[in-house]
């Protein structure tokens, strides 16, 4: 058992040493905690749009009556799967941002809404924030 953590312990690289994002360090941030979702193949909850939430009343069973409850267990587990995803890289999110971006983005339920709005706040073309800082110079 002690083996198996130590392995993935290795695996998984250490976020204590990530730095808090706070505007100025949203590409390296974003890298980095992309690469630990990725490793933990969470990261298609920023990715890929949410799952359709299943149906919660039952639809009257029709000759194909085996095939949709089938359907609709896959739909409700792959819900259930996402739900909880989207809580673990959502707490991520947030407890590696400054406090001041933590307050803003607590009650957005949604880490992918979080990722969306810090991606097009943030993550502009480093090209473009260059040529605004040399013509701050001049």
């Not at 204590?16 to 909850?45: C, M, T």
């Not at 995803?85 to 607590?106: A, E, I, P």
């Amino acid at each position: 058992m002690a083996s198996s953590s130590v392995l993935l312990s290795k695996l998984i690289p250490d976020l204590s040493k990530l730095d808090a994002l706070d505007g100025s360090n949203y590409r390296r941030w974003s890298q980095r905690i992309l690469i630990f979702f990725e490793q933990l193949d969470l990261d298609y909850v920023l990715l890929n749009e949410p799952p359709v939430a299943p149906p919660t009343v039952a639809v009257p069973a029709d000759n194909q009556g085996q095939v949709d409850a089938a359907a609709d267990a896959l739909a409700a587990s792959t819900f259930a799967k996402y739900e909880k995803d989207n809580k673990t890289v959502r707490g991520h999110l947030l407890s590696h941002m400054s406090n001041k971006l933590f307050d803003m983005y607590l009650k957005e339920r949604s880490a992918k809404v979080i990722w969306d709005s810090l991606d097009t706040k943030y993550g502009t073309d480093d090209a473009r924030i260059k040529k605004y800082v040399v013509g701050e110079w001049l």
